[in-house]
């Protein structure tokens, strides 16, 4: 212990600094469309086909690949604990979510045990969750944009406490609340997304023998956990 070190140079401490390769992954994601397709859009509606095309393309892509770190990321828990509401003692609605709240915040405590840093930094919700975490009687969840979802913008729902970001999970099939602590620097954390190519176009592309036309995206990235 450094308290019994007074005067001398104290025990060492060695730094070890690892080097570990990963293989980037690819996801493609392509559309064909006919020249008289093109024209009809444009004609009827105003709107330019391939903009549209990489609109949705790109969407879909970074939905797919939302879905793949989430499930990454709920692997990787370390502590799993269900709450059934229905076993909870209140008087009503509002007193049996606050005590889900207050499973949240022994939740983060055991995080902030296990880092010796802080508490959950981020919180994943599903929608229904998002309504919990809104409706729970002295709940210290603070919600952004008038508390209505606008997923189309934006997942960030809100902040538990003032300092943990909570975003929705639009897609979520199951009622759940995913936790994690990530740090101010790059290293401080226990899973890294680390893209190659975020998301690139390969162009419109035209085939020769049937005269439609093609448009592919991709993104190529890597993921390694600590």
Same mark, same amino acid.
């Given at each position: 212990?450094?308290?019994?070190?007074?005067?001398?140079?104290?025990?060492?401490?060695?730094?070890?600094?690892?080097?570990?390769?990963?293989?980037?992954?690819?996801?493609?994601?392509?559309?064909?469309?006919? %020249?008289?397709?093109?024209?009809?859009?444009?004609?009827?509606?105003? %709107? #330019?086909?391939?903009?549209?095309?990489?609109?949705?393309?790109?969407?879909?892509?970074?939905?797919?690949?939302?879905?793949?770190? %989430?499930?990454?990321?709920?692997?990787?828990?370390?502590?799993?604990?269900?709450?059934?509401?229905?076993?909870?003692?209140?008087?009503?609605?509002?007193?049996?979510?606050?005590?889900? +709240?207050?499973?949240? #915040?022994?939740?983060?405590?055991?995080?902030?045990?296990?880092?010796?840093?802080?508490?959950?930094?981020?919180?994943?919700?599903?929608?229904?969750?998002?309504?919990?975490?809104?409706?729970?009687?002295?709940?210290?969840?603070?919600?952004?944009?008038?508390?209505?979802?606008?997923?189309?913008?934006? %997942?960030?729902?809100?902040?538990?406490?003032?300092?943990?970001?909570?975003?929705?999970?639009?897609?979520?099939?199951?009622?759940?609340?995913?936790?994690?602590?990530?740090?101010?620097?790059?290293?401080?954390?226990?899973?890294?997304?680390?893209?190659?190519?975020?998301?690139?176009?390969?162009?419109?592309?035209?085939?020769?023998?049937?005269? #439609?036309?093609?448009?592919?995206?991709? +993104?190529?990235?890597?993921?390694?956990?600590?």
């Amino acid at each position: 212990q450094t308290v019994y070190m007074e005067g001398n140079r104290g025990k060492p401490m060695d730094l070890e600094v690892v080097t570990q390769s990963v293989e980037p992954k690819s996801r493609k994601l392509s559309a064909a469309y006919s %020249l008289e397709a093109a024209d009809d859009l444009a004609a009827l509606d105003g %709107l #330019d086909i391939e903009s549209e095309l990489s609109q949705s393309l790109g969407d879909e892509i970074m939905r797919e690949l939302d879905r793949e770190l %989430l499930g990454e990321l709920v692997a990787l828990a370390g502590t799993v604990e269900n709450f059934d509401f229905s076993q909870i003692d209140g008087r009503y609605a509002g007193e049996k979510l606050a005590a889900m +709240t207050i499973a949240i #915040d022994n939740l983060s405590a055991q995080i902030a045990m296990k880092t010796r840093k802080s508490g959950a930094t981020w919180v994943v919700v599903s929608q229904q969750m998002f309504t919990a975490l809104k409706n729970a009687a002295n709940s210290t969840f603070i919600p952004a944009n008038g508390g209505n979802l606008q997923i189309s913008s934006s %997942l960030f729902v809100g902040t538990l406490g003032g300092m943990t970001k909570v975003y929705v999970d639009p897609y979520a099939e199951s009622n759940y609340v995913l936790m994690g602590y990530k740090g101010s620097s790059e290293l401080d954390t226990g899973f890294v997304y680390a893209p190659y190519i975020p998301l690139q176009s390969s162009g419109v592309v035209r085939n020769p023998e049937t005269g #439609d036309f093609r448009l592919m995206l991709r +993104t190529r990235y890597a993921t390694h956990s600590f």
